[in-house]
């Protein structure tokens, strides 16, 4: 055998060798979301969170090196799960994280058991999600935790008489239920229910109706992405100077998107987790740094859930010690708490989901832009769907 030959053979046998050790040094966390499409905001400002941990927090954790895959599934449910599984299965991926849509999100759920590998769910917001796994768990809100504190706000504020207008799927059902039921069970009056279509809604003849009725009040959802054109049209049909109140969840007076709505925005009153306005050192240093990581854009609550969802995961493979087991890292996910941009959270043990602060919020210019300012809070709100079962 030539020299070389054995030399050849020698590095092949090297290679195979050490191969499998360097794959072990490294974590792929597969980020699925909307890149393109209706709901590409989502995918803009999740991609843009969890990169900004990784900026801040360094590569390495517990002797592994953090690899993000980010992948469009352009908001469609078989895209979605066939990434998921090309991610496991091709890309060796220890978890997975995004999911701009409820639909998506439950997608990817039995791949997610099957594989035994954390879906870290950063956007999707019905509260049944971390129901349809043991392996998912949740940094963004549950729609209930949103719209059960709205219709609390409304009643102690002399509102009694009250239009709801959802967008028809998931978190709008859970909206429109869970703001209704605690409304009316206050000695709320809910004049008439309107649903609108998820994809690329006319909200024109919807919001005639909202005129004809005449209420004290308007509650809205809409999912990230759509309160700009909402707002465009609500000011075009008069309703800002009706004397119809403008009341929501904070998804549609989206901080991504707030710039664009212009003063007939002004007022509008909204309870959420988080707002680009929020005072504490936390979130000013992760504002700062976003906005220069990204060209000035402002961080939303997508990208905060993003921001936290790699907080999660590396405070998980912390406590593991580098071990990528998933159930390992669905135990050690359990009950861990941190101090989000957004204020205190955890997740709770039992449900997965996120434990935390939600906010009553007013839109108001501030040093001559609009911002979503915070006037009251909430604290540790779990989610309402989930505390109700218990």
Not at 23 to 52: C, F, H, R, S, Y
Not at 127 to 137: C, Q
Not at 187 to 195: A, C, D, L, S, W
């Amino acid at each position: 055998m030539t020299s070389n030959r054995r030399i050849s053979i020698l590095a092949a046998a090297a290679a195979l060798v050490a191969g499998p050790a360097l794959a072990d040094d490294v974590v792929t966390v597969g980020l699925i979301v909307p890149m393109t499409g209706q709901q590409a905001t989502t995918g803009k400002q999740e991609q843009a969170g969890a990169n900004l941990y990784i900026q801040l927090h360094g590569d390495t954790v517990a002797g592994k090196k953090i690899v993000l895959e980010v992948k469009d599934d352009a908001g469609a449910p078989d895209v979605t799960k066939r990434l998921a599984q090309d991610l496991i299965a091709n890309d060796n991926a220890k978890a997975l994280m995004g999911f701009g849509l409820t639909p998506l999100a439950l997608a990817v759920a039995p791949v997610a058991t099957e594989a035994k590998v954390p879906e870290i769910v950063t956007a999707a917001a019905t509260a049944m999600i971390t129901e349809k796994s043991p392996y998912i768990v949740r940094t963004s809100f549950t729609l209930p935790q949103a719209a059960a504190p709205m219709a609390q706000w409304c009643l102690k504020n002399n509102i009694h008489k009250v239009v709801t207008l959802v967008a028809d799927y998931g978190p709008g059902n859970d909206a429109e239920k869970w703001f209704g039921d605690v409304f009316e069970k206050g000695g709320g009056q809910i004049v008439e229910k309107i649903r609108t279509p998820l994809k690329a809604p006319d909200f024109a003849p919807f919001l005639q109706r909202v005129k004809d009725d005449a209420p004290e009040a308007l509650f809205v959802f809409l999912p990230s992405g759509q309160g700009a054109a909402f707002m465009k049209e609500f000011a075009e049909r008069g309703l800002d100077k009706s004397g119809v109140r403008l009341i929501a969840t904070g998804d549609v007076t989206d901080d991504d998107q707030l710039a664009d709505m212009g003063d007939a925005a002004l007022g509008v009153v909204t309870t959420h987790h988080y707002s680009a306005a929020h005072d504490s050192p936390e979130n000013k240093a992760f504002v700062a740094a976003f906005e220069k990581a990204n060209a000035g854009m402002r961080p939303n609550f997508m990208a905060v859930a993003a921001y936290d969802g790699m907080a999660l995961l590396y405070q998980a493979l912390d406590k593991t010690k580098g071990a990528t087991d998933g159930d390992a890292l669905i135990a050690a996910m359990k009950g861990m708490s941190w101090t989000s941009p957004r204020g205190p959270v955890s997740i709770d043990p039992d449900t997965r989901d996120i434990v935390q602060n939600i906010y009553v919020r007013k839109v108001e210019k501030v040093d001559g832009a609009l911002y979503n300012v915070e006037f009251d809070a909430i604290p540790a709100v779990k989610d309402p769907y989930k505390a109700a079962k218990q």
